[in-house]
């Protein structure tokens, strides 16, 4: 049995962290959902900023969207729901027969919404409706402005994304806005069975501090936290409120681990998919990290529900000067900047490609 199969058979989704309409259009996706147990697969703008930067495959519907007047983000998102509602479809059978807890796909509202919450709201809505899927997450940052916008997403029945969560309290504050928009809706008298998932980002965290400590230390940092973070999730689906929730139909808010690719290349390429196998949650990995994982991955002891030994792990980062608190604040903003970045260049090549010919290389 592969890897990746006997992931799924402890309770972890595999999903893949990457779209572009080559893997659509050649078959790659349709073949990793049926030989490596694939069920749902996450986007972002640095995803789709390479996808369409590069080549020309996006050439001809660039050009073909110019002449429908379409422009800057009007025509991205218009690409972007072609390739995404193409990978949803795909999806729907994994999607129908889990009755809607797996088979997704995410979609990400502009990074320059990061600090605005009312705007926020009404993108997640707009590209919801847009998208005209069942199983379209739309990607909300769980910033400041971002966990509001979040309950009201929930709340208004748009299926949200997290992203950009980095700690233990990152995620609280997602599963609580998850929380109160479900609990909204029951006392409103609507349907409470609106999907979301929380995604914790992981190796960013041993990229962040690599200079920063004894090499003894190095690749540990974003596994503790990831085991950190998974206590507080185990221990929030089984106290009263969870269960409240949950008897009236609605599904639980999942756990999702974000950069598991590895970034060191003297650690396994594989680390991250290894060590974070837990039931109740999801893994959304790189091609090159989901090939090796299935030529060459092993899965172990899966995450204990109380943690392990994250806390005594975080501690002898405390002692090396690590403040993780702080620096789940960093990597956040640097997160959402970093986006931010990729969105204008995103922007800027869509520009110069919708100015030239479908097939014209500019010089």
Partial sequence: MKATQQLHDIGQSLWLDNITREILTNGTLARYISDLSVTGLTSNPTIFEHAIGSGKSYDGAIDE??????????????????????????FRPVFEATDGVDGWVSLEVSPLLADDTAKTIHAAARLQAAAARPNLFIKIPGTAAGIPAI???????????????????????????????????????????????????????????????????????????A???????????????????????????????ASTGTKDPAAPDTLYVQALAAPDTI???????????????????????????????????????????????????????????SWRALLSRIKEKSAQPAGVTAK
């Avoid at 998974?230 to 681990?257: C, E, M, N, V």
Wanted: no cysteine.
């Fill in 65 to 90: 969207l110019v002449r429908q007047e379409k422009s800057g983000e009007d025509l991205f998102f218009a690409l972007a729901l072609q390739d995404l509602t193409q990978a949803a479809d795909l």
């Fill in 227 to 257: 085991m950190h973070t998974y206590k507080a999730y185990r221990d929030l689906l089984a106290s009263p409120r969870w269960k409240k929730i949950l008897r009236t139909g609605a599904h639980p808010q999942r756990l999702l681990w």
């Fill in 283 to 341: 893994n959304t990995i790189p091609e090159k990290t989901l090939r090796a994982f299935a030529d060459h991955g092993r899965v172990g002891t899966a995450i204990p529900d109380d943690g392990g030994y994250a806390e005594a792990v975080l501690e002898e980062f405390r002692r090396e000067g690590v403040d993780d608190a702080a620096l789940a604040a960093r990597l956040q903003r640097e997160g959402a900047d970093a986006f931010s970045k």
């Fill in 151 to 225: 309950e009201e997403s929930i709340f208004a029945g748009v299926p949200i994304n997290v992203t950009l969560l980095f700690s233990r309290e990152h995620y609280l504050a997602a599963a609580g806005a998850y929380m109160r928009g479900i609990e909204r809706r029951i006392a409103a008298g609507l349907d409470p069975k609106v999907e979301s998932v929380a995604s914790l980002f992981i190796s960013r965290w041993d990229v962040a501090v690599k200079q920063e400590i004894s090499p003894q230390y190095r690749n540990r940092l974003g596994i503790a936290i």
